[in-house]
């Protein structure tokens, strides 16, 4: 969610404006008009607009005479393949930089996007990765010379795998036509974002194809599913009918809420929905133990709750601190005290003492949001879940160790067995149906630190159980303060695991953690890592609607490293002087926490030498001391695991260096080009290849949906691979590349598929502008100075 400067939540309600054909006053209607569209939109009901050229001086004052903020683009040209051509990057960084510089301190500019939906195939074809690096610079451009302004990127459902890890917040453009469709995709989308707000910067329905009776409709329930499922800003596509884009005035749609001539459609006079209600009895159960740190905070978030829940129970875990002080400023809440027994058997006292027909448990250096429990009770609505919980995201750090931590590895995180269903969710966030949690015998006292939410969510399941993962019902979660207690804390995990593996032994394997069926959420899962090395589905010839990264159990190589396996390499290197075996574990885990400690929460953008230092040794400290409190205890205890081990599925460094799993202008392909002044595309021009390949004596063999290729082409036992882009240009240009790599180390004689390149090509009308000539693509000099300046 976004917060005002006095901590008020705040969700945009917007509109896009534009792009309109270019007059005298630029890509904009003229002044009478733009004021009047202004004071239209206001009316409405909407509170800023979403516009794709960089704003005029006349419309930033419009805006500001009708308390409109702007969500602005920066245009640049980002339609063709920027990443062999270098100097687009730095074109864009320039104009990047001068937008930001200019309204980098006017109040009505509420946010930037610095690209908008790189088109799918062109993302394959030029890399991921390699693209998710130049938006990232872009966007570091805006943080250096706007540090006030929010910065983001919007991309949509075909390449999803595209979300800035420096992102301010996290923007999609979608359009889907049936409500439950939207809800489970906007469910998803709270997963990618993470711990950022999510906007959906695009939403809409074209008139003149489904008549605004169904638009009006969609509108409606879009409006209510963006409110269930707390995005933090939607903006409908789009404000009129009026449309300019690729040099050419757009007839065919009619996405707008008003005509051209400005008149209102049935869509206007649909008003945002009330927040509703469930109807579940919610008492909230605190268990405190020395908390007075942080239990203010806690007990002020539940007064503020939108929906007061049925009653709050403080369990004091016998403190001896000023904790029953504070929770007497808090007379309406039930304040209990018990001998120092240990959380389990705290939850299990606010267990018996609640009357409602939910327990809703979180702890006392957590802050609910104000809508907390509001979304756990819409969800108990539903008598299919028996538990349900949210995320649980750091506050703003207060100080350089504070957000270190926040960033380091091993804070509490949601396991999921797909975007809405959880095999596991934290405890500090967690509700469960009484008679549920009363029915497995509430929770094991024997976990009295950590480690009980485990075994709860395990019981829970075994009995029947389905637990719901709700991205809304989010509690602001403080990570410890001090190294020490930071430390101290993955060392009770540790204890807590080989707790866990005495009654679990099955779920855990040798020399490892617990064996979950589900993905793990949070603690840097939503940075979706080196994306060349990862599974992204791109469906045939790269055209599937929705592009996703495979996640399960498939991890990079330098995240395995991580563990326990250069924990012994330490061990043996000073037990046993294998100085040189056990010294390369040792380095790969030096390494991997390196790589690690790259990654910074949002708290701080620009990392000083000492924050990075701090970071590092806590990723690198805390396998250590995790795993090594874990062996300890499975020791003690006898707690031998008992499940099936098996080398888990790593992505190799390698990998990436096969020919198939290359993007095609990163590996040293021959690239050719045709150009259509009729609107002729790539897909044109591999129907043809196929039509036309016996004649050349050509097999073609298709390549898998996860290939950057779109086919392997054999000819007298020599193998290829061919890939191909179109880039859109004006009107009804085309220019499309073809890029051909022989398979193997040695070159194969490529003519015979450049005559059949050629005649392809003239069959299906496109041209070739300075014949048929090939340049490698790839080179180390072609690729230098990528990033913008």
């Given at each position: ?505 099955q779920k855990f394997a040798w020399l490892g953690g ?52 250069w924990l012994f390499g330490l061990m043996l290197s ?117 039509r036309k390949a016996s004649q050349f004596d050509l ?91």
């Open positions: 969610m976004f917060f005002d400067n006095e901590n008020t939540k705040l969700r945009l309600n917007g509109v896009t404006y534009g792009p309109f054909a270019p007059t005298e006053a630029g890509p904009w209607p003229d002044p009478s008009q733009l004021q009047a569209d202004m004071m239209q939109i206001r009316r409405l009901g909407f509170d800023c607009i979403r516009v794709y050229e960089s704003p005029s001086d006349f419309l930033v004052e419009a805006c500001r005479q009708q308390g409109l903020g702007i969500v602005a683009g920066i245009p640049w040209t980002q339609h063709v393949d920027f990443i062999s051509q270098p100097q687009i990057a730095r074109e864009a960084g320039q104009q990047v930089r001068r937008a930001s510089r200019r309204w980098a301190h006017e109040p009505v500019i509420s946010a930037f996007l610095v690209g908008n939906e790189i088109e799918k195939t062109l993302v394959r074809w030029m890399g991921p990765e390699q693209v998710r690096e130049v938006i990232e610079d872009l966007i570091s451009i805006v943080q250096q010379e706007a540090p006030g302004k929010l910065v983001s990127y919007a991309s949509y459902p075909s390449t999803e795998y595209l979300i800035p890890r420096n992102a301010d917040f996290v923007s999609f453009n979608v359009f889907l036509e049936k409500s439950e469709t939207l809800a489970v995709y906007l469910q998803r989308l709270q997963n990618l974002a993470g711990t950022r707000p999510l906007v959906i910067s695009e939403f809409g329905l074209d008139s003149h194809q489904h008549g605004e009776a169904a638009q009006a409709q969609v509108r409606h329930w879009f409006e209510e599913e963006a409110w269930r499922a707390g995005v933090a800003g939607r903006f409908w596509f789009s404000f009129t009918d009026e449309w300019h884009r690729g040099g050419e005035e757009v007839t065919g749609w009619d996405f707008g809420l008003v005509t051209r001539e400005r008149r209102e459609k049935e869509a206007c006079r649909i008003t945002p929905p009330q927040p509703v209600f469930g109807q579940s009895r919610i008492s909230v159960v605190v268990c405190t133990h020395n908390g007075s740190a942080t239990l203010r905070e806690c007990l002020d978030g539940l007064q503020r709750q939108n929906q007061p829940p049925h009653e709050v129970i403080i369990v004091d875990d016998g403190s001896t601190d000023a904790t029953a002080e504070i929770a007497s400023g808090f007379p309406q809440f039930r304040y209990v005290k018990q001998h120092h027994a240990g959380l389990s058997a705290a939850r299990n006292l606010g267990m018996k003492l609640a009357t409602g027909e939910v327990i809703a448990y979180t702890d006392d250096d957590c802050i609910p949001d104000e809508d907390w429990v509001r979304h756990l009770s819409l969800t108990f609505d539903n008598t299919a879940w028996t538990a349900a919980g949210g995320p649980n995201l750091s506050p703003p750090p207060r100080n350089v160790t504070e957000a270190c931590v926040a960033a380091a590895p091993g804070a509490p995180s949601e396991v999921l067995f797909n975007d809405m269903e959880a095999e596991h969710l934290p405890g500090c966030n967690l509700a469960i149906r009484k008679a549920a949690l009363e029915a497995i015998g509430g929770f094991r006292e024997e976990f009295v630190t950590a480690g009980d939410d485990v075994d709860v969510c395990w019981r829970l399941h075994e009995a029947g159980g389905r637990l719901r993962f709700v991205p809304a019902a989010f509690v602001w979660h403080h990570r410890r303060f001090t190294v020490k207690a930071y430390m101290r804390q993955q060392a009770g995990y540790g204890r807590s695991e080989a707790m866990l593996m005495r009654r679990y032994p617990a064996r979950w069926r589900g993905s793990i959420y949070g603690d840097g899962a939503g940075d979706l890592g080196n994306l060349d090395r990862q599974k992204i589905y791109f469906g045939p010839y790269g055209l599937a609607p929705f592009q996703c990264v495979y996640a399960g159990w498939e991890t990079g190589f330098w995240t395995w490293w991580r563990g326990l396996p000073i037990l046993l002087g294998w100085s040189y075996g056990c010294g390369a574990l040792l380095a790969l885990g030096i390494i991997a926490a390196q790589r690690r400690a790259g990654r910074f929460d949002d708290g701080i953008k620009q990392p000083t030498l000492w924050q990075r230092s701090l970071l590092w040794f806590l990723c690198l400290a805390q396998p250590i001391v995790r795993d090594w409190a874990r062996l300890k205890t499975v020791i003690k205890l006898k707690a031998w695991p008992r499940g099936k081990w098996q080398w888990p599925k790593v992505s190799w460094p390698w990998h990436a260096f096969r020919a198939d799993k290359r993007p095609p202008v990163l590996s040293g392909a021959r690239l050719y080009e045709f150009w259509s002044d009729q609107g002729v595309d790539r897909e044109s021009l591999l129907s043809q290849l196929i097999l073609i063999t298709p390549t898998d949906n996860e290939s950057y290729w779109d086919m392997k082409v054999t000819h007298v036992g020599k193998h290829w691979w061919l890939s191909s882009v179109t880039e859109y240009h004006e009107s009804q240009r085309r220019l499309t590349r073809i890029a051909l790599r022989a398979e193997g180390w040695l070159g194969n004689d490529v003519s015979p598929l450049e005559e059949w390149l050629a005649q392809s090509a003239r069959d299906c009308g496109m041209s070739l502008p300075h014949g048929l000539h090939s340049t490698v693509v790839g080179s180390k000099s072609e690729m230098s100075a990528l990033q913008p300046r």
